[in-house]
């Protein structure tokens, strides 16, 4: 008998879990800084029973601006500064294409989707926060139940609820999860 699906917190990378380079790439652990109220996040996540799962574009891997080595050091530093508040990510997703049609690259959901497969997660239970409206509708293309647009700014957006910071999004999903 397959285990009975369970619904889960999808959350962009950069942008969200760390401070974004804005144009450009986050290519060095140097350079990846966690953005406070992310921890937060997941646990207000564990606090209603769901796991945590970050899905990422990578295009720096497939340009050859981001040596995969640094990438792999960046997320072992999320893990370790997550583990240190007693946190942990059920699952960390990367997609390293170019081409903007491969079924992993968001907007497509195909992280999402891979996740939900491997883990036993209820896509249409879930939530997707990110910080760009392309994270949006990654959600919406998955049929997530929820979308969480981290961005301050007063343009329109097809998001669920919008934020202006990660901690408020903590807030959110301790209000709303």
Do not use: I
Request: with cysteine; glycine share 8%.
């Amino acid at each position: 008998m397959a285990p009975a699906l369970r619904p889960c917190v999808f959350f962009d990378r950069d942008g969200v879990v760390n401070r974004s380079p804005g144009p450009g790439y986050v290519n060095h652990l140097a350079d990846f800084h966690l953005l406070p109220g992310f921890a937060d996040c997941v646990r207000a996540a564990a606090e209603k029973g769901l796991p945590a799962v970050v899905v990422t574009n990578q295009r720096g891997l497939a340009r050859g601006l981001t040596p995969p080595e640094q990438l792999d050091a960046m997320h072992r530093h999320l893990r370790a500064e997550l583990a240190r508040e007693g946190l942990a990510l059920l699952d960390l997703f990367v997609c390293p294409a170019d081409d903007d049609a491969h079924p992993d690259r968001k907007p497509n959901p195909g992280m999402l989707r891979t996740a939900a497969k491997k883990h036993h997660l209820d896509l249409a239970k879930s939530w997707m926060v990110g910080d760009r409206e392309s994270d949006v509708q990654t959600g919406r293309n998955a049929g997530v139940a929820a979308t969480v647009l981290v961005d301050p700014g007063a343009e329109p957006t097809a998001a669920t609820w919008r934020v202006p910071d990660m901690p408020a999004c903590a807030a959110l999903l301790r209000e709303k999860l």
